[in-house]
């Protein structure tokens, strides 16, 4: 009979440098306590407690940037109006194994298409 130990888990420690430089990087313009807690393999509810034990309380959700209506123009982004071709072929090349599966489905029947893929994908 082998008997196995189960790894023991540790708890991870991190220097009240390190704390104070995730909190700080929480008040520049932009950043999020969800984004620098990601950024440095932590979890945000272990930065948001850093912050509170420090007497700084975390940003809310409603003090973040408002983002930029729909209609207004982002970084240069121009919509384009696309007509729907019906007549122009669902063509896809497939790998499985060794080989390389080439088919084509006629865009009018795009759902069917859906559900073959799937069910050959299986």
């Not at 309380?57 to 207004?72: D, K, N, T, V």
Request: one cysteine or more.
């Amino acid at each position: 009979m082998t008997i196995t130990q189960q790894p023991r888990r540790t708890r991870r420690t991190h220097s009240e440098a390190f704390k104070r430089s995730l909190i700080e990087a929480c008040g520049e313009p932009g950043a999020s306590v969800a984004g620098v807690a990601l950024a440095n393999g932590i979890n945000a509810n272990q930065l948001r407690r850093w912050m509170r034990e420090r007497g700084i309380e975390p940003p809310e959700l409603s003090c973040l940037p408002l983002r930029p209506a729909a209609s207004e123009a982002i970084g240069g982004f121009v919509p384009v109006q696309l007509t729907q071709s019906t007549h122009a072929p669902i063509r896809m090349e497939l790998p499985k194994g060794a080989a390389t599966v080439t088919v084509e489905w006629p865009a009018s029947s795009a759902a069917a298409c859906g559900v073959w893929l799937r069910e050959w994908l299986g």
